[in-house]
């Protein structure tokens, strides 16, 4: 199995910045595309970003393109989301995900189903 565990959540005032990570243990997440997700309290969980296992592409939520980036850095078995310009809408609990792959793929994935693992999840809160 893959163990995810997220850490940077915290409390920020509009207009700041935040950068979350993800450890993940496994020889193989070199392999498996990672996402981010964000829920608020009373609604389902959103898709944020996305990441192939090379680094080189991305995809991003409408509601996150151009504040938002994700990356990730295999040798150390972390992916990042850098998060600047907060706004109070982006209050929620942000979760790191995994898909399992057996071969590289070239889909981007955006829907909660299609991952397998999942984070405990970090909580980022956004004052006006």
């Known amino acids: 199995q893959v163990q995810l565990v997220e850490s940077g959540g915290g409390l920020v005032q509009a207009g700041g910045s935040l950068r979350l990570s993800c450890a993940a243990s496994g020889r193989t997440f070199s392999n498996y595309p990672m996402g981010w997700f964000r829920q608020a309290p009373g609604k389902e969980r959103e898709f944020v970003a996305t990441?192939?296992?090379?680094?080189?592409?991305?995809y991003y939520a409408d509601s996150v393109k151009g504040r938002f980036t994700i990356s990730r850095d295999n040798a150390k078995n972390t992916v990042y989301l850098q998060m600047n310009s907060l706004k109070p809408e982006d209050t929620a609990v942000y979760y790191c995900?995994?898909?399992?792959?057996?071969?590289?793929?070239?889909?981007?994935?955006?829907?909660?189903?299609?991952?397998?693992?999942w984070g405990q999840g970090t909580q980022v809160t956004v004052s006006s």
């Open positions: 995900a995994a898909k399992r792959v057996y071969y590289s793929s070239n889909y981007f994935y955006a829907g909660v189903k299609d991952y397998d693992y």
């Open positions: 990441i192939h296992s090379s680094g080189g592409s991305t």
